[in-house]
């Protein structure tokens, strides 16, 4: 018996990947998982849906060159000149005058800089962007920092300049770890205003 090769072309959002198969149900039932150029598998990223995770994060060792160029001053000056494109917008007017303040005193906390420098980073930035997106979705659900009016699109587009459907689902979420939230919490109460 004769045996034809077959092949199956599959795109992975950043390569084509040629698989040879000599049956197809071979091929269906069996999970598959290559490896990107960043060495991330992308078989299993789309087996939970996390594929635009995998094109998007990378390891700390391979943004290690970009934040080695970056102090972390200058790191926290780019965070912090990232969350003021939101600024007056769609800050709440209560909230105008200790926005900036308030971010000032987020990103000091050791436990916010741990999540935003540690770990994670997405290509172009050195910080986990998803997180800050994460903390703005606090701040703006949980403790009314931001307009209440305010669509996850709109925040989205003032941040990024386009609506960008990887940053816009991280208003979705809040950020990880308890300790975070517990520091939001703190930095929130610490800059209050009061109403009149």
């Keep these: 018996m004769e045996t034809t090769e077959k ?3 599959h795109y992975t959002g950043s390569q084509f990947n040629v698989f040879n198969i000599n049956n197809i149900e071979q ?5 598959v998982h290559c490896q990107d150029r960043n060495g991330y598998s992308q078989g299993a990223f789309e087996e939970n849906g996390d594929r635009e995770e995998a094109e998007e994060i990378h390891d700390a060792e391979e943004a290690g060159p970009l ?3 970056v102090s972390q001053s200058e790191v926290r000056q780019q965070m912090l000149a990232y969350v003021m494109r939101l600024y007056p917008r769609y800050v709440a007017p209560l909230w105008q005058p200790a926005y900036q303040p308030l971010w000032e005193d987020i990103l000091q906390q050791p436990e916010v800089e741990e999540l935003l420098l540690g770990g994670r980073h997405q290509q172009g930035v050195p910080y986990n962007r998803r997180q800050l997106c994460r903390i703005i979705h606090y701040l703006h659900v949980g403790q009314k ?19 960008d ?10 950020p990880e770890g308890r300790e975070v939230c517990q520091v939001l919490a703190a930095a929130v109460a610490r800059h209050r205003p009061e109403a009149s």
Aim: charged residues 20%.
């Design 67 to 69: 934040a080695a160029q």
């Design 27 to 31: 091929f269906i039932n069996s999970p």
């Design 165 to 174: 459907a990887k940053v816009r689902t991280q208003f979705s979420y809040l």
């Design 145 to 163: 920092v931001l307009r209440e009016s305010a669509t996850n699109t709109e925040l989205g587009v003032a941040l990024e300049g386009t609506d």
């Design 7 to 9: 092949r199956r072309i």
